[in-house]
């Protein structure tokens, strides 16, 4: 793929997000199983000295930890920058367990970060959210109450916390009784068709696993509004455009599959590496929507009927693996979207070289169980 159509591509996608940034946010209400495990992982390499609450799948039963921290900087350990900080200034170390910092590069609607603070009720948190999207980030689409939201150099600034609609929570733990893989409907929906009756067949089969909801605030947020694929295709420095500090743990979702060409992934990757502090942790999730029959069958229907709906695509090269995708059977609406190979991830593993180690792999999300595969690599010393 050249250069050309890579921009054609990213400009298809941030215009199909614009129009739908409400859409689409509807059917982003509940997190994504291997987010637990993501957590879980975190938790026994030391990040999160609190025991997050997560589901127990056998019983159904979760409980909140009575007391806990987040964090485990130390005056030796961390660089200053790796403090969070809104206006970025040096801090003095305290003696107190420091909040711990989290940059989400393609946040979309925070759903993750409404996550982590459901499932570490009793920690102290930063989170510098990052998207191209400003529409769908926003606190409305997002299912969030803002108590003060100002605009800086194009930079949203929450500066206390705000509550998280409880209409929104409910609606994520139906989902979450119903089926604990709960984005399996959703990947229909992002195929461009509807799947009857899957609602009923998820019922019979689902294992009841209920997350409870309490009254809890999302930490305080930096949004950055950032055209991350606008910066790589203009040749800036991703990781030097970006307004955060040395985090605790940087993290990227359901975005890697809209990032054409292998040397802007491996751009993307390099940026979380630097933003985060030695010793932290990077977390991502590549989505393989091509390894499902069903799935592939349906991918391949909505590319030609895309390529016949805009033809100038057609006379251009895409890279194996390139698709594009079609939103509940709406005319007209399309999204380039990238299903990855193992082979294409083993090679985006050996591009970190010394920069950070694989802590795991694994494979979740999904009716499969196996839609999405999560790296989470622990940045050197």
Known sequence: MDDKTADILCKLNNSFYQRQAASFSETRKAPWPGWDRCLEVLHKEGLFVCQPVI????????????TGAVGRLTQAQAPREAIPSLSREPQALSREP????????ACGNLRFEAFLANALPKSDIVFYAVDSCDSLASPLHAGHCPSDVRMKDKTHQVDSAYPLLHASLDRANDVRKKTHRVDASSSELLLGHQQQGASNCEERNAQPVPRPVPSFTLPPVRYQSLDVMGTLLRGANLSDSLDAPF????????FMHHVPQVRHREEVLEALIKHTRPGGFVVMSFWQFMENKAMAAKAQESHQAALACLPYLGLRALDKGDYLLGWKGIPGEFRYCHSFSETEIDCLLESVGGTASLVSRFASDGRSGALNTYLIFQVSH
């Open 55 to 66: 589901p127990d799948k056998a019983s159904g039963n979760s409980s909140y930890p009575a």
């Open 98 to 105: 420091q909040a711990s910092s989290v940059l989400d590069l």
């Open 247 to 254: 985090c605790d743990l940087s993290v990227c979702f359901g």
